[in-house]
């Protein structure tokens, strides 16, 4: 029997584990029926049930947020055409969602594996920032392909999101401040640069007379 806080409490007849969950307030669940002799744990079932929910629903979620994107390459892919290809790959993987690299041989290409395997290597590097590679280079018939999961989950890649735009907005506003109060000054000093000099002379009497 295994007690509520994990500890092994030893072979125990079914009475006294019974009579000592009872005593915990808890119940007495069987959580290796196979296991000779079978294995039971005190637990608060009911909240063992709402734990368990918890976690598959969890599990359902990120299973369904999560995306396998496809990005193709030829092997004698251009530079550009390969910057454009990565390009997109980053941008999948920093939402959360998992990328397909798959090369497509043509004709006598499939007897060099190896320029493919290099190839994938290289653009497994090129997005390792946002990406680890979850499934290596392998032939899938006229095919290599290679998965690479993101380093952030989809809810993290979200609020990183959200923290950037809510700093977004808040830069903007304290620009818009700035402007706002250099504007004021440099129109105050328009105003006074445009005052005749017996305007000037009646403010500065003005001045003395508050002195």
Do not use: W
């Given at each position: 029997?295994?007690?509520?806080?994990?500890?092994?409490?030893?072979?125990?007849?079914?009475?006294?584990?019974?009579?000592?969950?009872?005593?915990?307030?808890?119940?007495?669940?069987?959580?290796?029926?196979?296991?000779?002799?079978?294995?039971?744990?005190?637990?608060?079932?009911?909240?063992?049930?709402?734990?368990?929910?918890?976690?598959?629903?969890?599990?359902?979620?990120?299973?369904?947020?999560?995306?396998?994107?496809?990005?193709?390459?030829?092997?004698?892919?251009?530079t550009h055409?390969?910057?454009?290809?990565?390009?997109?790959?980053?941008?999948?993987?920093?939402?959360?969602?998992?990328?397909?690299?798959?090369?497509?041989?043509?004709?006598?290409?499939?007897?060099?594996?190896?320029?493919?395997?290099?190839?994938?290597?290289?653009?497994?590097?090129?997005?390792?920032?946002?990406?680890?590679?979850?499934?290596?280079?392998?032939?899938?018939?006229?095919?290599?392909?290679?998965?690479?999961?993101?380093?952030?989950?989809?809810?993290?890649a979200k609020?990183?999101?959200?923290?950037?735009?809510?700093?977004?907005?808040?830069?903007?506003?304290?620009?818009?401040?700035?402007?706002?109060?250099?504007?004021?000054?440099?129109?105050?000093?328009?105003?006074?640069?445009?005052?005749?000099?017996?305007?000037?002379?009646?403010?500065?009497?003005?001045?003395?007379?508050?002195?």
């Amino acid at each position: 029997m295994v007690g509520p806080n994990g500890e092994q409490v030893g072979v125990v007849p079914t009475e006294d584990a019974l009579r000592l969950a009872g005593e915990a307030d808890l119940d007495l669940v069987e959580v290796a029926p196979n296991a000779k002799p079978p294995v039971c744990k005190l637990m608060d079932f009911g909240k063992f049930k709402y734990e368990a929910a918890v976690k598959a629903r969890e599990s359902r979620k990120n299973q369904t947020n999560t995306v396998l994107k496809e990005v193709r390459f030829r092997l004698k892919i251009d530079t550009h055409d390969y910057e454009t290809k990565t390009g997109h790959a980053l941008r999948f993987l920093g939402a959360g969602d998992k990328v397909k690299a798959i090369i497509q041989f043509r004709g006598r290409e499939q007897q060099r594996p190896e320029l493919g395997i290099r190839l994938l290597n290289k653009f497994a590097e090129d997005v390792a920032e946002v990406g680890i590679v979850e499934s290596t280079p392998r032939i899938d018939g006229r095919n290599m392909v290679m998965v690479i999961g993101p380093v952030k989950t989809k809810a993290e890649a979200k609020a990183d999101a959200r923290r950037a735009q809510k700093d977004q907005t808040r830069t903007r506003g304290n620009k818009q401040r700035v402007d706002t109060e250099g504007n004021e000054a440099e129109l105050n000093q328009t105003l006074a640069d445009n005052l005749s000099d017996e305007a000037k002379a009646k403010l500065e009497q003005a001045k003395g007379s508050e002195d």
